[in-house]
């Protein structure tokens, strides 16, 4: 199978830097994402989606870009993006191949969270002392051995969804921690160096509390880790996103991706931090808006040159695509500009409404998109199809479902945090 409609060079960026007033570190890096999806990942992207294998090559090529630290703050080897500048370049990754964006969303959040975020966080002396001892480690693995980290916390229960405690749990022994449970869905199993497990620290005497949740690094070597369970989903298939156990697994002080308790600040104070799915799936509607374009101008190259932009159905259509994709980039801009620690009631009804808008959007995009262009435009040797399936999978990332984000939309909308009716 090949895929030649993405290989051309020369896409426009996805976010005008003059219109939308881009930093210069941003060009920098949207432009380096954007050079690399074009010119190598698009002509990959069947391969990883055709076998559901990970993309290692891509992953190589980003290690070598420095892209695998690109959140890492500077005076640690990394490029110190900010949370924007990441998801600008992660959207322009999305737009040639989603399973690289998603899973390098999954690597990403592990310096991210531990990076900008934390640096916002209130810890103690004691806390802050441990996790400017701790992080480099982390760090230097990735900048200097191009170490590829993946961020597991589901478990098919409420945990995911941010309404119980993980059933994953840390035993405290000495010199490092006991780790034992269950991750469904993990992104990069088998292919990941240090799974990000989010787990409960267990507490004499104490009930297991959200507070607990602990951040660790667990290497995927460590005696006690197995993968099971096979991987042939609709969409994303490259994720390769299957079950980890964790048996006994002893892990050292080090593997702290944070310290105790600070992962539960950080959830609550930073609630930007789960819209990062969000940025694969704005370049997948950028994709199939391009590609309805090209397609309907006779341009798509391994296509005959034959026009169809006369009808106009056809140019209502596009016109449709265009404005939902303007509204949706608009709104996404929005979001992720003003991503920040404590954020307002405003801020995070919007985040949870790009969330929303950006998953639905893509989805919808890739749906008219085959409509518009036809039966020829659904071919497996054409990108189109592989982007419908790809952006079916975002309304039902956890913990910000579209479901989800529409449910704490209208509650939040309508009280006051600790209000009731009686
Ligand atoms: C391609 C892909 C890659 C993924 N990669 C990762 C990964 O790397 N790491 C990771 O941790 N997870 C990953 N996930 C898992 C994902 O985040 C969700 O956990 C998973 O899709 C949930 O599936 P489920 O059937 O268990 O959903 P369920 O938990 O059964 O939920 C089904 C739906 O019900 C709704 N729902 C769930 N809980 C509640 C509730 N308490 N109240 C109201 N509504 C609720 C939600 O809308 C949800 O979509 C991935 C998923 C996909 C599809």
Redesign the pocket.
């Given at each position: 199978m090949s895929e030649t409609a993405t290989t051309s060079t020369g896409d426009a960026a996805l976010f005008d830097p003059t219109a939308f007033r881009l930093t210069d570190h941003e060009v920098e890096l949207t432009t380096l994402a954007r050079t690399l999806g074009q010119e190598k990942f698009a002509g990959r992207a069947s391969k990883w989606d055709r076998d559901a294998v990970f993309p290692t090559e891509n992953y190589d090529d980003m290690h070598a870009a420095g892209l695998l630290g690109i959140t890492i703050p500077k005076q640690y080897g990394g490029a110190g993006a900010s949370f924007r500048a990441y998801c600008l370049s992660a959207a322009e990754i999305g737009r040639y191949c989603g399973t690289t964006a998603?899973t390098w969303n999954?690597h990403v959040c592990s310096s991210l969270w531990t990076g900008l975020l934390a640096d916002d966080l209130e810890m103690s002396d004691a806390q802050r002392e441990q996790h400017e001892r701790r992080r480099p480690i982390h760090y230097e693995r990735i900048v200097k051995e191009g170490a590829i980290y993946?961020?597991?916390?589901?478990e098919?229960?409420?945990a995911?969804?941010g309404?119980q405690p993980f059933s994953t749990q840390a035993r405290k022994v000495d010199g490092g921690y006991v780790v034992n449970g269950r991750?469904?869905?993990?992104?990069?199993a088998g292919h990941a160096d240090y799974y990000g497990v989010l787990c409960t620290l267990q507490r004499e005497g104490h009930e297991p509390s959200m507070r607990d949740t602990h951040y660790l690094a667990v290497p995927s070597n460590a005696k006690g880790v197995t993968v099971v369970g096979d991987w042939d989903?609709l969409?994303?298939r490259g994720?390769v996103?299957r079950t980890l156990l964790f048996d006994d697994v002893f892990v050292e002080d080090d593997a702290e991706l944070m310290p105790q308790g600070v992962y539960f600040l950080a959830a609550s104070s930073w609630p930007h931090m789960f819209m990062t799915l969000s940025p694969t799936y704005m370049g997948i509607a950028q994709a199939a808006y391009d590609f309805t374009v090209s397609y309907l101008r006779g341009e798509v190259p391994g296509t005959a040159p034959v026009k169809r932009r006369m009808y106009p159905t056809k140019q209502i259509a596009v016109a449709e695509m265009r404005i939902k994709l303007e509204m949706a980039k608009a709104l996404w801009f929005q979001a992720v500009s003003e991503a920040c620690y404590k954020p307002t009631k405003e801020q995070v009804l919007r985040a949870y409404a790009t969330n929303h808008t950006v998953m639905e959007t893509a989805n919808d995009l890739c749906r008219l998109a085959i409509r518009t262009c036809g039966g020829q435009s659904m071919l497996c040797a054409l990108p189109l199809e592989r982007l419908y399936r790809d952006s079916r999978?975002g309304?039902?990332?956890?913990p910000w479902?579209?479901?989800?984000c529409l449910?704490r939309i209208g509650r939040e909308a309508l009280y006051e945090p600790g209000e009731k009716d009686d």
């Open positions: 998603l999954m993946s961020q597991p916390f589901s098919g229960s409420a995911a969804a309404f991750k469904i869905f993990a992104s990069l989903p969409g994303m994720t996103s999978c309304a039902l990332m956890l479902t579209a479901e989800l449910d």
